[in-house]
């Protein structure tokens, strides 16, 4: 993970982190990872996101936490689509969401929508923007199948 800053329209100077490189989340795909991120009182704080890559090529990002019940979309089951992969799913209880805006249209979360993480993709690498992160934490591999632990996949900056 990289950390660098780049400017906003209004001419701020926004942090961001490449988190993995593009091409390591496959169009229709989804990656999921544990970051550290430092809260407002200086604190490290679990930090689990994932990244979907759209076969349009778009990349959107989502805190890994469903509005219902709090657990990864990907609990168990490793997967964050439906069956026929048009939307994000608990795969637990089935709360389904749309890809490009987080909102569930079905299931006991209905209305409520998932916290999105502003991404950037810059020089082939999806870039975590605006938060602060703890450095020596990577992107994770795919949760896998564990509910209890989340590897942790190291690339070569
Ligand atoms: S935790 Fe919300 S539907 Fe599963």
């Known amino acids: 993970m990289s950390e660098e800053s780049i400017h906003n329209r209004a001419g701020h100077e926004i942090e961001v ?24 009182i200086g604190e490290s704080r679990p930090f689990p996101i994932f990244v979907v890559r759209t076969v349009g090529n778009d990349y959107f990002g989502y805190v890994n936490r469903c509005p219902h019940d709090g657990v990864w979309l990907n609990i168990g089951s490793g997967e964050f689509f439906s069956p ?7 795969s637990r209880h089935g709360a389904t969401f749309e890809i490009d805006s987080g909102l569930c249209i079905d299931g006991p979360c209905n209305g409520n929508t998932l916290e999105p993480v502003a991404l950037a993709v810059i020089e082939d690498d999806v870039c975590l923007c605006g938060v602060k992160l703890v450095e020596d934490h990577r992107f994770a591999d795919s949760f896998e199948d564990s509910e209890e632990t989340m590897e942790i996949m190291i690339h070569p900056d």
């Open 17 to 40: 982190f490449a988190v993995c490189p593009a091409d390591a989340v496959e169009r229709g795909g989804a990656r999921g990872g544990s970051l550290s991120r430092i809260d407002d």
């Open 84 to 90: 026929e992969r048009s939307f994000l799913r608990c």
